[in-house]
């Protein structure tokens, strides 16, 4: 094997077959010829790339490696870690997408030449674009040299899919594959803080984001003119350079640092300032930085590290400049940070305070706030007024972050922002948001948490939308009792003998085998599809038998598997028994994760023949197995009975009428539990008489 060849674990090479792990497995038992381990461990053995391939198209299971999984599978078995990998194919990619003419040109020559030569025009690119004092360090010839074949690999999948496009998707695969090590801000709550800092940013604005992590933030901004970042993280600060370069011909100046201990950008003056700072940190040099300029609404207690940010950021914008942090619930109210909030509001510098729902961004159990900030002006009277605006209503869905209508969040919170920044003052939303009077959060305890301050929403918006549920709760009780299954047929005639043989299963694996149906594994939850907006069937969808919640975030070019009329989803865990055939509203949807697609042959299967079998309870138990903490359903495992299509057919009316009986229960129980909350919140607020 060559000494820089790039290797592949047992999953990359399921991936790259389009099987399970288990093939591999046995591939290797079976198979005298499989390529030998080159490296890893016993129990996570790892393969030359190279030879893999050979042998899989030899077997004839894999007819061509899509060029993106061979860059993928080239970046994560780097003989220098992934990341170095992702560096070095950054680099490359910018100078294709800057400087396009001249790549030709050096890749021309051999490999050998190529790492020789590539690190001269890498410097300049980099040196034009990321300044001298950079995050990212031009690469020599030895380091380069196990980087050529994926430099090349990464300049092809540019000219197919666009240079950002590929570093997008070769830096989205090692953020899912590594979810714990990095600190994610969602597009959403992203594009909603670039949005509340525009208006008082101006065309080609300068931000900074002092705690840049990823550059989500940053890559939010729109027609940005310079883009500053900061992280203490060296590795991840020089990918978020790298991404920002590609996606913007804004100047980029990213560093390396602790934004508080060592700012890179001390005398910086930014139109705007974007953060999800660090939460809880005690260790944030409270001790050190006593004595700091920057603490002008007064010195963050220990506990208080997200007041340092907040005023950090403040340091660093000009006056009347925008800063828009995510923050904790927890610093709007907490005791200990009660005299800097004070102070906020006296100079006018806290401008709005925003709940958003829980899910919206990690840690993403609670519900975090965004705080807006403007940096107070000389001779500019300080507003009187504070903004609340509480998103976790009813126009957002319910709870979680496959479930949020960020459209509906951002239209809400823009709505009471837009007008309240250009009066000062903006008309009381009931439940939703308030111009509050600063005089009245100056008392002890200063707490700004949006949903203490604002009048309660009409129960269940008001006596009439009360009427309304209740009478749509009587008629779906009608239609509840009208679609009640009837009586099934006795069990104490003797067992047939000849039905019980036709009964005989067939398990999906082998039906899929034989091209009966198509086996598809969800996957599009955290990946796009650059064409028109798309919608994800999630997996609390199929739990809740709702439409389609979820929704592709923009950016990533990895195309999800779209749904068509009679697929049949199976969620994979949990250990229940549940299977959803897709109808004509849900259509057209992503498969998110977590699900199993079955796509059967109309010629052969009936779908709802094969989703009332597939939920069988003794079914799913000897399909399922079980690890530490969850129960995993394997979809092959399953079986159906030999049947003719008109005895299927037989069989799926039954099963169709059962799951509109099961629909009809679960509005019913929905509709129910609105008109019942409705009413004590309209007896205890008095909008509703005893």
Known sequence: MPEHAAEVTAAGIARLAGVGRAAVSNWRRRHADFPRPVGGTETSPSFALADVERWLRAQGKLAEVPLR??????????????????????????????????????AAVSDERLAETLPVALEEVLTERLGVERAVRTPTPGELAPSVPLARGAADLAAETGARQAFEFLLGRHLDANPRQYTLTPPGPAALMAALAAPAAGPRPTVLDPASGTGTLLRAVQHPGALHGQDTDPDLAALTALRLALASDADIRVRTGDSLRADAFPHLTAD???????????????????????????????TESELAWVQHALARLRPGGTAVLLMPPAAASR????????????????????????????????????????????GVTPSPELLLVDTTGDHTGAAGRDKLDWQAVQTAVLDAWLPFDRHGTVAETPGASRAVPVIELLDDDVDLA????????????????????????????GRTVALTP??????????????????????????????????????????????????????????????????????????????????????????????????????????????????????????????GFLRGTANTRQASSYASTATRLDVRRLQLPRLPLTEQQRYGERFRALAEFEGALRLAARLGEQLVQGLYDGLADGTVAP
Not at 76 to 98: E, N
Not at 353 to 366: Q, S
Not at 457 to 476: D, I, K, M, N, S
Not at 524 to 538: I, N, Q
């Open 69 to 106: 999984e061979r860059v993928w599978q080239q970046v994560a078995g780097h003989p220098a870690g992934a990341v170095t990998a992702l560096a070095h194919a950054g680099c490359v990619l910018l100078l294709v997408r800057d400087r396009s003419s001249a790549w030709p040109k050096l």
């Open 450 to 477: 949006p949903a203490r301050h604002l009048p309660p929403p009409a129960a269940g918006g008001g006596a009439a939308e009360l009427l309304a549920v209740r009478e749509r709760l009587a008629e779906t009780l």
């Open 486 to 611: 009837p009586p099934a047929l006795p069990a104490d005639a003797a067992p047939d003998p000849a039905a019980a043989a036709r009964l005989t299963g067939v398990t999906v694996g082998e039906l899929a085998r034989t091209g009966a149906l198509e086996l598809r594994a969800g996957g599009a939850g955290t990946t796009s599809f650059t064409g028109a907006p798309v919608r994800v069937l999630t997996e609390n969808d199929v739990f809740a038998a709702q439409p389609p919640s979820g929704a592709l975030p923009d950016g990533a070019p990895e195309e999800p598997v779209l749904l068509v009329q009679g697929d049949v989803v199976v969620p994979v865990l949990g250990g229940g028994s549940l299977a959803r055939v897709v109808d004509t509203a849900t259509a057209g949807a992503a498969l998110g994760r977590n699900l199993q697609l079955l796509r059967p042959d109309p010629a052969a299967l009936d779908p709802w023949f094969l989703a």
């Open 335 to 378: 005791r200990s940070g009660r005299r800097i909030r004070a102070d906020l509001l006296r100079r006018g510098a806290l401008r709005a305070v925003v709940a958003l729902p829980a899910g919206a961004a990690p840690p993403y159990g609670i519900p975090l706030h965004l705080w807006v900030l403007r940096k107070p002006a000389a």
């Open 272 to 302: 705007s300032v974007l953060c999800h700072p660090p939460f809880n940190e005690r260790n944030w040099g409270h001790d050190e930085l006593a004595y700091d300029p920057r603490w002008e609404y007064g010195f963050p207690a220990r």
